[in-house]
């Protein structure tokens, strides 16, 4: 398959390398007609305002939304899972989307780059160690979003910090950063296949 990561901001070089160790294509996307050219699309971590607000310059946002509506599978890390959401929370007052998602995300809900952690998830059935990173979670899930991992937050509850509709998956984790491929090869191999023709 052709994987898209894209390579606007955020660290996008982690996921080209995790989709060619897994034996994919993987090709950086910062204009419409690479994005035209893949299969499938990885949204990196970094910071989500500047990654949409670039995605907007670059002449990307609207063509990234309609691929997704067209049934494109898309992965989203961190950033990339808030910019799938449908809405957010503690964004700025006009931050873009890609959407697709129907969740609400709260942004650095597990607070700043200081409190970044690593823990052991229950993630698709499968013990994984994950990385944490100014992460998201998920305040509100839509009936047709699977819950593939939660953990429990600072305000006690626990929060779905993996999750997928159809042919769209996002984790508020770095699976980039640990060397374990799981996370990319569940998204190439339970959420690609079946949704590419």
């Given at each position: 398959m052709?994987?898209?990561?894209?390579?606007?901001?955020?660290?996008?070089?982690e996921?080209?390398?995790?989709?060619?160790?897994a034996?994919?294509?993987?090709?950086?996307?910062?204009?419409?007609?690479e994005l035209?050219?893949?299969?499938a699309?990885?949204?990196?971590?970094?910071?989500?305002?500047?990654?949409?607000?670039?995605?907007?310059?670059?002449?990307?946002?609207?063509?990234?939304r309609?691929r997704?509506?067209?049934?494109?599978?898309?992965?989203?890390s961190?950033?990339?899972?808030?910019?799938?959401?449908?809405r957010?929370?503690?964004?700025?007052?006009?931050?873009a989307?890609?959407?697709?998602?129907?969740?609400?995300?709260?942004?650095n809900?597990?607070?700043?780059?200081?409190?970044?952690?690593?823990?052991?998830?229950d993630?698709n059935?499968?013990p994984?160690?994950?990385?944490?990173?100014?992460?998201p979670?998920?305040?509100?899930?839509?009936?047709?979003?699977?819950?593939?991992?939660e953990?429990?937050?600072?305000?006690?509850?626990?929060?779905?910090?993996?999750?997928?509709?159809?042919?769209?998956?996002?984790?508020s984790?770095?699976?980039?950063?640990?060397?374990d491929l799981?996370?990319?090869?569940?998204f190439?191999?339970?959420?690609?296949?079946?949704a590419?023709?």
């Open positions: 052709k994987i898209g990561v894209l390579a606007l901001q955020g660290d996008f070089r996921h080209i390398q995790a989709v060619k160790m034996g994919h294509a993987g090709l950086t996307v910062r204009r419409p007609e035209a050219e893949i299969d699309l990885i949204i990196p971590g970094g910071e989500s305002t500047t990654i949409a607000l670039l995605a907007q310059s670059f002449g990307l946002l609207q063509p990234i309609e997704i509506a067209a049934g494109m599978p898309v992965y989203g961190c950033a990339g899972m808030i910019l799938l959401a449908d957010i929370l503690d964004g700025t007052e006009d931050q989307t890609f959407g697709g998602i129907d969740m609400t995300v709260r942004r809900a597990f607070g700043r780059q200081v409190d970044s952690f690593e823990s052991n998830l993630f059935n499968s994984l160690r994950a990385v944490f990173i100014r992460a979670w998920v305040e509100h899930l839509g009936k047709a979003v699977e819950v593939l991992s953990i429990q937050g600072s305000d006690g509850a626990r929060h779905p910090v993996a999750v997928r509709q159809g042919s769209l998956f996002a984790t984790f770095h699976p980039e950063l640990t060397g799981r996370v990319h090869r569940y190439f191999d339970q959420v690609c296949v079946g590419i023709k």
